[in-house]
């Protein structure tokens, strides 16, 4: 299967249909984008999980909804939406299995967490059943976009067996600079650069290592991606394609002038290569 990097944006998407990013969400199950049929199940990446080490959520049942935006005035609504897709305990275990192998144990596993707004905001769209059996894994936010490339290669294996793969988090993600602006407000030039290179560096290029090292290679890298939190689940995606991956921009529309909702495609073109033992 292809995988995916999805830009989920603010957690008021789950509720305004204004939002061009919403209505692309929509679009992907009439519009075939992961393929005619729904995957066996889902491994997603969300820049809203962070651990030390590897962790996988290994759900028995249904996965909880976890409303991870309390806090910051959101409206009571949004408290009240619920995403109780099933867990996927055996995709869960054999990621963990594959990591572990490549050399990023020992990977742990969690038995109660459910799915944070970056997995169920742009799922509850996709997938709006609720019927595809989902499971998380967590990011390292203390290690580099390569780190997780090869993360994400370790993980390739899962997509032969109909899983999809996907990391959810954002092209651009400063939340310092995202005061309200008026409609058609120009995007910034830190934005509009960091967005453009990344597109060259992907679509036209395949230039994987420039977007290991974004922080050097790209444009207002710092400025873009403050924190990496946001930008890593890109790098999974992108590792689990493959190191000769095609991609392909298949969603592109601004929040707020600096938000992104960049989200991509990337389709393997040549057998994936095992890849050595993770050493320190």
């Given at each position: 299967m292809d995988t995916f990097f999805l830009s989920h944006g603010t957690p008021t998407l789950s509720i305004d249909d204004t939002m061009p990013a919403q209505h692309f969400f929509r679009s992907w199950l009439p519009a075939?984008?992961?393929?005619?049929?729904?995957?066996?199940?889902?491994?997603?990446?969300?820049?809203?999980w962070e651990t030390a080490t590897?962790?996988?959520?290994?759900?028995?049942?249904?996965?909880?909804?976890?409303?991870?935006?309390?806090?910051?005035?959101?409206?009571?609504?949004?408290?009240?939406?619920?995403?109780p897709a099933p867990g996927a305990p055996d995709v869960a275990k054999k990621a963990k299995e594959l990591l572990e192998q490549a050399g990023f144990g020992p990977?742990?596993?969690?038995?109660?967490?459910?799915?944070?707004?970056?997995?169920?905001?742009?799922?509850?769209?996709?997938?709006?059943?609720?019927?595809?059996?989902?499971?998380?894994?967590?990011?390292?936010?203390?290690?580099?976009?390569?780190?997780?490339?090869?993360?994400?290669?370790?993980?390739?294996?899962?997509?032969?067996?109909g899983v999809l793969?996907?990391?959810?988090?954002?092209?651009?993600?400063?939340?310092?600079?995202?005061?309200?602006?008026?409609?058609?407000t120009p995007v910034p030039q830190w934005a509009a650069e960091f967005d453009g290179w990344l597109q060259e560096a992907l679509l036209a290029g395949g230039r994987h290592d420039d977007v290991?090292?974004?922080?050097?290679?790209?444009?207002?890298?710092?400025?873009?991606?403050?924190?990496?939190?946001h930008f890593l689940p890109l790098h999974v995606a992108l590792g689990a394609a493959g190191e000769d991956a095609k991609a392909e921009l298949i969603h592109h529309s601004w929040y707020n002038a600096t938000l992104s909702h960049a989200s991509y495609r990337f389709t393997t073109t040549t057998k994936n290569k095992p890849i050595a033992a993770c050493k320190e």
């Open positions: 075939a984008v992961a393929g005619a049929q729904p995957p066996r199940a889902i491994l997603i990446v969300s820049g809203h590897p962790t996988v959520n290994v759900v028995r049942g249904n996965n909880d909804t976890i409303h991870d935006f309390e806090g910051y005035g959101f409206p009571k609504s949004m408290f009240q939406l619920e995403y990977v742990k596993e969690d038995h109660g967490r459910g799915l944070d707004h970056g997995a169920w905001v742009p799922l509850m769209f996709m997938y709006p059943e609720a019927n595809v059996p989902v499971c998380q894994l967590s990011l390292q936010t203390g290690h580099d976009g390569a780190y997780h490339y090869d993360l994400g290669r370790a993980l390739a294996p899962l997509r032969d067996d793969i996907l990391g959810s988090g954002n092209a651009t993600h400063n939340l310092s600079c995202m005061a309200p602006v008026a409609e058609g290991k090292q974004y922080e050097e290679k790209a444009p207002h890298g710092k400025m873009a991606h403050p924190s990496p939190d």
